[in-house]
Structure formats: C-alpha cells, structure tokens
T-cell receptor
Framework: NAGVTQTPKFRVLKTGQSMTLLCAQD?????MYWYRQDPGMGLRLIHY???????AKGEVPDGYNVSRLKKQNFLLGLESAAPSQTSVYFC??????????FGQGTRLTVV | RKEVEQDPGPFNVPEGATVAFNCTYS??????FFWYRQDCRKEPKLLMS???SGNEDGRFTAQLNRASQYISLLIRDSKLSDSATYLC????????????FGQGTRLTINP
C-alpha cells in the first residue's frame, strides 16, 4: 500500500545548491502535481502533469523545473536554491475530476 | 481574486457544537469539488467529495451551490479529533486540469 512516496523526507540545502525531489506513485494515475505549502499560504501549485511526457506550469513555477519521463515518477528540480524556497513540498497524483492522493511531504530548508 | 477562497479562521468551538465552513470559487466552469483535512505537519487527506445534490457522511455534510459558486461543509456534534485544518479544493476544467486549494480553515475543538 505504498500510494505516493516522496524522497527525501527532509533536506537542508545551502543557497545556490541544486537538488531533485522524487515523487513515485503506484496507482497508475495519469495526473501528478507538485505543491508547496508555507505558513498562512495554503497549498500552491508549482507544476503539474496530465500524462507521461507532459508538464505544465502552476501558480508558482519560477525557480523550479519538472520532468515526467515515466508515468509513475514526477521529479521536481531546484537548479539554484534560494532561502525563499524553504517550504514543505507535497506531491500528489490522481485521475481526471477525482480526488488527489498525497505523499507525506518533503521539508526543505535553504540556508 | 483568488480562484478558491476560504475564511482562514481560526474557529474555536466547544465539543459537541455544530460548525460550518464556506468556500467560494471563481471559475464557473469548475467541475469537481472536494473537502480535505490536514493535520499538523501531515499531508492533506480527502474528507469528502462534494456533489451537486449534496452529500452526507456521518456527522459531515457537504453542499454545492453552483449559482453562487460556493461549497460548504457542516460538522455536527464535533469531536476533539475533528481539530484540524480543512481545505476546500476545486478541480479545473478540461484542458486546464489542475487542483486548486483554498488556504484552509483551522478548527480547534475545545473540551
């Protein structure tokens, strides 16, 4: 019963470093999403994908890149981390017009 | 105007009380609506979907008003375990499929 798995769970980066967050789902869902959650801001959509090989920008895409080379994986990249990217990142997957299932989150701190 | 708006609260109510949340959305063509629950430092989890005819799940009742573009959640006989943040979620239309979250309403049930 893995569902949606995010790797890593926690990470501390120095300003300017790069990293990739991995999201894997085993439910054969078409749609996958990356959100960030900051205090008082709710969840804001960074990028999303409606199928293998597709990606689209969400509400706050700047500073992030994504790839969906395989249907079950959705990667979120930070090329040059900034303190403003300190946040909790959630990945989710789902089918059209149905609910999304979330991973447990990645807590990222950029110092 | 935000796509999805909620009263952030916080709501502090005594155990056993009835509490209601409202949420408004801006896209009249939106097709799917959900309420999620998020516990502190955890991922959001689906509480219930919201259907045009309204739906009930135990102590929880959700309703949709398409004409006024709002959805509501009613919690009856509240329990201490209902303390959480409640997130209103609206799905986009075909061709712009994405999940948009409200900022959440924080609820605390007091003994």
């Amino acid at each position: 019963n893995a569902g949606v798995t995010q790797t890593p769970k926690f990470r501390v980066l120095k300003t300017g470093q790069s990293m990739t967050l991995l999201c894997a789902q085993d439910m054969n869902h078409e749609y996958m999403y990356w959100y960030r959650q900051d205090p008082g801001m709710g969840l804001r959509l960074i990028h999303y994908s409606v199928g293998e090989g597709t990606t689209a920008k969400g509400e706050v895409p700047d500073g992030y890149n994504v790839s969906r080379l395989k249907k079950q994986n959705f990667l979120l990249g930070l090329e040059s981390a900034a303190p403003s990217q300190t946040s909790v990142y959630f990945c989710a997957s789902g089918e059209p017009n149905t609910e999304a299932f979330f991973g447990q989150g990645t807590r990222l701190t950029v110092v | 105007r935000k796509e999805v708006e909620q009263d952030p609260g916080p709501f502090n109510v005594p155990e056993g009380a009835t509490v209601a949340f409202n949420c408004t959305y801006s896209n009249s063509a939106s097709q799917s609506f959900f309420w999620y629950r998020q516990d502190c430092r955890k991922e959001p989890k689906l509480l219930m979907s919201v259907y045009s005819s309204g739906n009930e799940d135990g102590r929880f009742t959700a309703q949709l008003n398409r004409a006024s573009q709002y959805i509501s959640l009613l919690i009856r006989d509240s329990k201490l375990s209902d303390s959480a943040t409640y997130l209103c979620v609206v799905n986009g239309v075909w061709g712009a499929q994405k999940l948009v979250f409200g900022q959440g309403t924080r609820l605390t049930i007091n003994p």
